[in-house]
């Protein structure tokens, strides 16, 4: 039976609303929620890149201290990290200008449009690392 509120009047003897714990996580809902969390990586990945051009501004060796950083280890994590927070960014909001105009919102294809938008940014940024390297 729903929970109901002890306030005593009438309006407060309604159903409590159901927390996510009851509902089953879908694609489109945990596609949703990483969009949210790469947004807010990518401010701090962000911060990381004004470091870097600062330190490019500052002289060599502040440039090469970040330079050394970034290329360790960790730091090629977190750059990967952020290219990936990056590129399923922007495919998530491709994905939301897309289903903001009313498109493709049928339950299948939009769980077809999110799983795709994870594949795409998984490719794009195993690409861009890929030909990062043969660059160098």
Do not use: C
């Not at 969390?37 to 701090?44: D, E, K, Q, S, W």
């Not at 002289?59 to 280890?73: N, R, T, Y």
């Amino acid at each position: 039976m729903a929970e109901i509120s002890e306030a005593g009047n009438g309006a407060d003897k309604r159903p409590l609303s159901p927390h996510l714990q009851i509902y089953k996580p879908t694609i489109t809902m945990t596609m949703s929620i990483v969009h949210r969390i790469t947004g807010a990586g990518l401010y701090f990945g962000t911060l990381i890149l004004i470091w870097w051009l600062a330190s490019a501004a500052s002289g060599p060796e502040a440039f090469d201290f970040a330079q050394d950083v970034l290329g360790s280890i960790i730091g090629r994590l977190v750059l990967f990290g952020y290219t990936w927070a990056l590129f399923h960014h922007m495919l998530g909001g491709i994905r939301h200008f897309i289903w903001d105009s009313g498109a493709m919102l049928d339950k299948h294809t939009a769980s077809k449009v999110a799983w795709a938008s994870l594949a795409g940014s998984v490719v794009l940024t195993l690409l861009t690392w890929i030909v990062g390297y043969a660059a160098m």
